[in-house]
């Protein structure tokens, strides 16, 4: 036995089931042990090593267990990193395996050589380590594995090629031999009493509770369930939580900041106590004044306790396991004008959003599309979005139920990991649907190399349902909506303007679904087509690039400003920016009551 038949030996062990990758000589003497060993662990060719870092994001953030990706020395590895900072930033378990130059040539400034361990040593910063001989396997494999579950974070292992080849031996009962086991046992620390007992009673002191959640809630539904029940609380998501709690429950009010909804910042904004659990949501100014509220926060992870707010009491604890605690010491709320106003707000809010969907556009409103496609989602979807102006659609016209599950790129924000998030999450459960929403720009950038990922594979999964809908609007859209709303800048067409990319053919010419659609009517069919298809679907939606992500907040004075801005620099954009904008905007504002004026001359925030 090599040490490359070892290593994948005891990636099994780990039951590890699949890992992505990407060939390079690096890593030649791993890929002849996947040879020996039938291909177990599955090797999943991604197009591109960033790619094959995202597919194991993907596959650990809708599995929950450890992904595992590979990539040869020197340009393999360094191009690894984009996805491994996007696990790192969003506490997503990723070991990352990279081959390196043989101990011969290291300092020699040889091909590919890079120095690998000061290139990961941030990303990898828990644990990253290089292997040089037989006996550290399999204590730094090991470790790695239990270092990324346990800190869930990213690890690194590195292997020379000439490592790769010797013959395995173990460690020894001897001085300076390390041995080492498997197996991680889980916990779920809660807690001391005394701290409980002090949470309880801001929580009991306060008339109008709200309650944040991110993704260290996800196991804690029921809890947090009964405990808004119990407080009488309004419940918002951070995006990385979205799915934790129903979007079909009145109380919960939807996603929170610059892509959140008017409820959520209502509910942040007349709180007078905060109870956060398992997030860390970056944006202050979302949150309640600083002297406004009262507030508790439940996070497992000691490093991450205390930022964003000045919390009154800091529980470091599981989330279930915590508020379990938690709910004895609570004293029940009468659902009152504050609840009823929290429900209210949000029922309005629904009705805001199929409005805005309704609203013409040139050629089709991108919030139509996703609007649209919320009634039709089976309820076991896996679901991911792109960064950009997608996004906004995802967080506000999406409502997450059942079992199913969404994400994307929280805290990097990076583009690029639609199409391979839902490749990993195929992988992770191949008997369930995925979709993925992705701009033009993504799909320009990597997502349409990696259709040839789902052509290459989809005939393996139980259920072949993978639709990836592109909205394609022929412009970097976010960026130009952020440069008009942040700088006053009008479009900047040299680095803005997308060619148009017929995705849909290019779809059907690997082997896989598609169809354009160009107007409004076509969308609905499109949708129903793509989730009944017998294999993975693209659908390329050509949408207005005219219609604004506008703010939760955003008063009748800013979206004016906004469009005065877009027309005085934009205006000879021809059908693109057209005159009517104004009334658009307008009519996407919630409630539609654009500067009511008052008798008083004096102009007041929509409704």
């Given at each position: 036995?090599?040490?490359?038949?070892?290593?994948?030996?005891r990636?099994?062990?780990?039951?590890?089931?699949?890992?992505?990758?990407?060939?390079?000589?690096?890593?030649?003497?791993?890929?002849?042990?996947?040879g020996?060993?039938d291909?177990?662990?599955?090797?999943?060719?991604?197009?591109?090593?960033?790619?094959?870092?995202?597919?194991?994001?993907?596959?650990?953030?809708?599995?929950?267990?450890?992904?595992v990706?590979?990539?040869?020395?020197?340009?393999?590895?360094?191009?690894?990193?984009?996805?491994?900072?996007?696990?790192?930033l969003?506490?997503?378990?990723?070991?990352?395996?990279?081959?390196?130059?043989?101990?011969?040539?290291?300092?020699?400034?040889?091909?590919?050589?890079?120095d690998?361990?000061?290139?990961y040593?941030?990303?990898?910063?828990?644990?990253?380590?290089?292997?040089?001989?037989?006996?550290?396997?399999?204590?730094?494999?090991?470790?790695?594995?239990?270092?990324?579950?346990?800190?869930?974070?990213?690890?690194?292992?590195?292997?020379?090629?000439d490592?790769?080849e010797?013959?395995?031996?173990?460690p020894?009962h001897?001085?300076?031999?390390?041995?080492?086991s498997?197996?991680?046992?889980?916990?779920?620390?809660?807690?001391?009493?005394?701290?409980?007992?002090?949470?309880?009673?801001?929580?009991?002191?306060?008339?109008?509770?709200?309650v944040?959640?991110?993704?260290?809630?996800?196991?804690?539904?029921?809890?947090v369930?009964?405990?808004?029940d119990?407080?009488?609380?309004?419940?918002?998501?951070?995006?990385?939580?979205?799915d934790?709690?129903?979007?079909?429950?009145?109380?919960?009010?939807?996603?929170?900041?610059?892509?959140?909804t008017?409820?959520?910042?209502?509910?942040?904004?007349?709180?007078?106590?905060?109870?956060?659990?398992?997030?860390?949501?970056?944006?202050?100014?979302?949150?309640?004044e600083?002297?406004?509220?009262?507030?508790?926060?439940?996070?497992?992870?000691?490093?991450m306790?205390?930022?964003?707010?000045?919390?009154?009491?800091?529980?470091?604890?599981?989330?279930r396991?915590?508020?379990?605690?938690?709910?004895?010491?609570?004293?029940?709320?009468k659902?009152?004008?504050?609840?009823?106003?929290?429900?209210?707000?949000?029922?309005?809010?629904?009705?805001?959003?199929e409005?805005?969907?309704?609203?013409?556009?040139?050629?089709?409103?991108?919030?139509?599309?996703?609007?649209?496609?919320?009634?039709?989602?089976?309820?076991?979807?896996?679901?991911?979005?792109?960064?950009?102006?997608?996004?906004?659609?995802y967080?506000?016209?999406?409502?997450?139920?059942?079992?199913m599950?969404?994400?994307?790129?929280?805290?990097?924000?990076?583009?690029g990991?639609?199409?391979?998030?839902?490749?990993?999450?195929?992988?992770?459960?191949?008997?369930?649907?995925?979709?993925?929403?992705?701009?033009?720009?993504?799909?320009?950038?990597?997502?349409?190399?990696?259709l040839?990922?789902?052509a290459?594979?989809?005939?393996?999964?139980?259920?072949?349902?993978?639709?990836?809908?592109?909205?394609?609007?022929q412009?970097?859209n976010?960026?130009?909506?952020?440069?008009?709303?942040?700088?006053?800048?009008?479009?900047?067409?040299?680095?803005?303007?997308?060619?148009?990319?017929?995705?849909?053919?290019?779809?059907?010419?690997?082997?896989?679904?598609g169809?354009?659609?160009?107007?409004?009517?076509?969308v609905?069919?499109?949708?129903?087509?793509?989730?009944?298809?017998?294999?993975?679907?693209?659908?390329?939606f050509?949408?207005?690039?005219?219609?604004?992500?506008i703010?939760?907040?955003?008063?009748?004075?800013q979206?004016e400003?906004?469009?005065?801005?877009?027309?005085?620099?934009?205006?000879?954009?021809?059908?693109?920016i057209?005159?009517?904008?104004?009334?658009?905007v307008?009519?996407l504002l919630?409630?539609?009551?654009h500067?009511?004026?008052?008798?008083?001359?004096?102009?007041?925030?929509?409704?």
């Amino acid at each position: 036995m090599k040490v490359s038949d070892y290593v994948l030996q005891r990636l099994r062990e780990w039951e590890v089931d699949h890992v992505f990758a990407y060939a390079g000589d690096g890593i030649n003497g791993l890929l002849a042990a996947w040879g020996r060993a039938d291909n177990r662990p599955e090797f999943i060719q991604a197009r591109h090593e960033e790619m094959a870092a995202f597919e194991a994001v993907g596959y650990a953030k809708f599995s929950g267990r450890v992904g595992v990706c590979a990539a040869t020395s020197g340009p393999g590895a360094i191009h690894l990193l984009n996805g491994l900072y996007d696990a790192k930033l969003d506490h997503v378990p990723v070991v990352a395996l990279a081959g390196q130059t043989d101990r011969s040539a290291m300092g020699g400034s040889y091909q590919q050589e890079v120095d690998l361990m000061s290139l990961y040593k941030d990303v990898a910063s828990d644990f990253c380590e290089m292997v040089t001989v037989p006996e550290q396997l399999p204590n730094v494999i090991d470790r790695a594995f239990r270092t990324a579950y346990a800190r869930r974070t990213v690890t690194a292992v590195i292997i020379p090629a000439d490592v790769q080849e010797l013959d395995y031996t173990p460690p020894t009962h001897a001085f300076k031999m390390v041995p080492s086991s498997l197996g991680l046992a889980s916990s779920a620390p809660v807690p001391a009493g005394e701290d409980l007992a002090r949470a309880a009673d801001v929580l009991n002191a306060g008339e109008k509770v709200a309650v944040l959640i991110g993704q260290g809630a996800r196991h804690a539904r029921a809890e947090v369930e009964q405990l808004a029940d119990v407080l009488g609380a309004g419940v918002a998501k951070a995006l990385l939580g979205k799915d934790v709690l129903s979007d079909e429950l009145p109380y919960v009010t939807g996603a929170i900041g610059l892509l959140g909804t008017r409820p959520s910042y209502e509910l942040m904004r007349d709180c007078d106590t905060l109870l956060v659990v398992g997030s860390s949501f970056p944006y202050t100014q979302f949150l309640p004044e600083l002297d406004q509220a009262r507030a508790v926060q439940i996070d497992i992870d000691p490093h991450m306790i205390g930022l964003r707010y000045p919390f009154e009491v800091n529980l470091v604890g599981d989330a279930r396991e915590t508020i379990k605690e938690l709910l004895p010491r609570l004293k029940r709320k009468k659902h009152g004008a504050w609840r009823k106003k929290i429900e209210k707000d949000t029922a309005r809010w629904w009705e805001v959003m199929e409005r805005r969907a309704a609203v013409e556009a040139d050629p089709v409103n991108p919030e139509y599309v996703v609007h649209c496609a919320d009634a039709l989602l089976p309820d076991d979807l896996m679901l991911a979005a792109d960064s950009g102006s997608g996004a906004n659609w995802y967080a506000r016209h999406l409502r997450l139920r059942g079992r199913m599950r969404g994400s994307l790129s929280g805290t990097l924000a990076t583009m690029g990991p639609g199409v391979p998030y839902v490749i990993g999450a195929k992988f992770a459960h191949p008997e369930r649907p995925a979709l993925a929403v992705v701009g033009d720009g993504a799909m320009q950038m990597n997502g349409m190399a990696e259709l040839i990922t789902v052509a290459k594979y989809w005939s393996q999964w139980q259920d072949p349902r993978l639709v990836v809908a592109v909205l394609n609007n022929q412009d970097l859209n976010q960026v130009t909506w952020e440069m008009r709303a942040m700088s006053g800048a009008p479009q900047f067409l040299p680095s803005q303007s997308l060619p148009d990319v017929p995705y849909a053919a290019f779809a059907r010419s690997i082997g896989l679904g598609g169809v354009r659609v160009e107007e409004p009517g076509g969308v609905e069919d499109a949708w129903r087509r793509a989730l009944s298809a017998d294999r993975p679907f693209v659908i390329d939606f050509v949408t207005d690039p005219a219609v604004p992500p506008i703010p939760p907040h955003a008063t009748g004075d800013q979206a004016e400003a906004l469009v005065s801005a877009v027309v005085k620099g934009d205006s000879d954009r021809g059908s693109m920016i057209k005159q009517g904008l104004k009334a658009k905007v307008q009519e996407l504002l919630p409630g539609h009551r654009h500067h009511v004026g008052s008798a008083h001359g004096r102009r007041r925030e929509p409704e």
